[in-house]
DNA sequence: CCAAACACGTGATCC
DNA sequence: TGGATCACGTGTTTG
């Protein structure tokens, strides 16, 4: 019964007497197969096996409720996943949460590149259209993101058009509260777009309107922008 | 079905043979915290244990292979979840799991229904409001699903003018070529809007109105109408 | 020391 | 039969 233990074995039962025994461990060695004495670090030679007895089953407790708590995530998972047929392997289960998971993040974010979903922070960004759009040789990307407010529309259209600038096409999207908008500009007067100087002087004009729409609207609710996105609704047109 | 045979009994250790000894269990009665011998079905007294050694082995390997692709899977499960530390109970990581899924799917089926998603066919819907809107006594709401169609708008505006109708409202949402626009109409002239006769020749006209438009533009192009929804991008805006 | 969490080996069960 | 899956009780570890 004593033979030698180590590395790679596997406990295969433990004995406890038939009243209060002694206790030790069985494993199978499994290079050669054959039962040889566990290596146990707590060799309680003999001793309080009447309270070991109750430790022992407020540890079977423990661990069948722990069980108990998984698998009653399992069968909710089992109920969520639309694939799900009650009768799944866990780890199959599993790799069907995990694909539609990724399914579901995919879609997210695929919807939010297109157009993207408004940042919880204020932001503006100008910058020159590359290449001619449609025929037209220059042109002005903005986007501002803020607080969704109704009107923020027409008043950054005024703004523009103090400028001699026109929105050509906009995109606008709101999300729990907040929106981001996209603007493509262009100047109504003919000018020389070929200035750099001129161009830079354009985006810094859009930016600074842009800025004072943003400041006249964002003086009251502020302690709010970091509440909990719940309500989704991203919206878009195209105005003419 | 026999799963849970041992109800109110839990199995304590099983007792292996010093070399090829008998197997028997024990197991612990939880009412009256005694050990007793275990109902084993199958008493193999005193057989073939060579054989058997080698089918625990598989067994256990059998079963550890299970746990790995279990446990795989959880960890993949952890780096999949935004706010999977990796230091997470099971338990946890499946209610997280569970509730990432949830937030996910709602944010879906909402995107959807707020703003539900163009039909694949083409459809007119126009119904009187329920009850003054914002203190307007009467309006219309009509949608219309259709081919996606930037100058569709405008259109529609157009139409709509000739009757002397108005549109206060509109939500726009185009899903990978296809499009549904819901408008809130309201009359320009004053009318009796208790006259239920007068309301349904207006709801009448909005659909003929609507119908027209939609005629000039689904001339072209139909074969295309069933492909697959890929990309998605879901706007509105709010005009003033 | 206890409580919780995990891996392990095993008996039972289903196909 | 055998292979695969599950629930169980236990040993071990960690805080």
């Known amino acids: 019964m004593e033979r030698e233990a180590f590395a790679s074995l596997e406990r295969i039962s433990d004995v406890i007497g038939s009243g209060y025994g002694s206790s030790s461990s069985l494993v199978l060695d499994r290079e050669r197969g054959e039962l040889v004495k566990a290596p146990s670090k707590l060799e309680h030679k003999g001793v309080c096996h009447e309270r070991s007895i109750e430790a022992l089953r407020n540890h ?32 199959a289960l ?5 694909g539609h998971l990724k399914e579901l993040r995919a879609n997210a974010t695929q919807a939010c590149e297109g157009l993207m979903i408004p940042k919880d922070y204020d932001e503006i960004k100008v910058e020159e259209q590359e290449g001619g759009l449609n025929g037209i040789p220059y042109s002005i990307r903005a986007s501002l993101c803020c607080e969704y407010k ?23 999207a709101t999300f729990g509260g907040r929106m981001k908008n996209v603007f493509l ?9 070929e200035d750099a100087e001129y161009r830079h002087f354009l985006s810094g004009s859009v ?5 004072s729409v943003l400041d006249r609207f964002s003086v009251s609710q502020d302690i709010l922008a970091t509440r909990k996105r719940r309500r989704i609704s991203i919206f878009s047109s195209d105005f003419l």
Do not use: W, Y
Not at 67 to 85: C, E, F, K, Q, Y
Not at 94 to 98: G, R, S, W, Y
Not at 150 to 162: C, K
């Open 60 to 91: 079977s407790e423990a661990e069948r409720r722990r069980r108990a708590r998984i698998n009653s995530h399992l069968d909710t998972l089992r109920t969520v996943i639309p694939g799900a047929n009650r009768k799944m392997d866990k780890a």
């Open 207 to 211: 930016h600074q309107a842009l800025r």
């Open 94 to 98: 599993l790799a069907e949460v995990i």
């Open 185 to 193: 500009i262009i100047s109504c007067n003919e000018h020389n777009f």
């Open 150 to 172: 109704p009107g923020l529309l027409s008043d950054v259209r005024q703004a523009l058009d103090a400028l001699h600038l026109m929105i050509i096409r906009a995109e606008i």
